[in-house]
């Protein structure tokens, strides 16, 4: 399974951007996909996460400020980031998962980088 990541670039801040992953397979085969950062120094957090039973949860931070989407037909998920802030500054990854087997796969990351 490929994730591929798009979007990423430098913004303003209050501006916004749209980050898109692709995957190699119909997105009805992940129990859920989404996405999470890094920033330098931090650990790696979850951003926003969509299941196929429809829920969205996202990390307290961006709750209000971004949305997270799937297109079933396209097979793709999309981060939309509106009022971004500095800290928002981070590499971004695309993330899917399965519950049978239990694994995790990754998209190769994308820059997101906020000026003040």
């Known amino acids: 399974v490929q994730l591929q990541a798009f979007g990423g670039g430098l913004v303003q801040a209050g501006g916004s951007l749209r980050l898109s992953c692709a995957a190699s397979?119909?997105?009805?085969?992940?129990?859920?996909m989404g996405w999470y950062r890094q920033a330098p120094g931090k650990q790696r957090e979850l951003v926003a996460l969509?299941?196929?039973?429809?829920?969205?949860n996202y990390e307290d931070s961006v709750e209000g400020r971004f949305t997270i989407s799937r297109d079933n037909v396209k097979n793709t998920v999309a981060l939309e980031m509106n009022s971004l802030k500095p800290e928002d500054t981070a590499v971004y990854y695309c993330?899917?998962?399965?519950?049978?087997?239990?694994?995790?796969?990754w998209g190769q990351g994308t820059l997101v980088t906020v000026s003040s």
């Open positions: 993330y899917a998962r399965t519950v049978r087997p239990v694994k995790s796969y």
């Open positions: 397979r119909s997105i009805f085969s992940f129990d859920a």
């Open positions: 969509s299941n196929n039973r429809g829920s969205t």
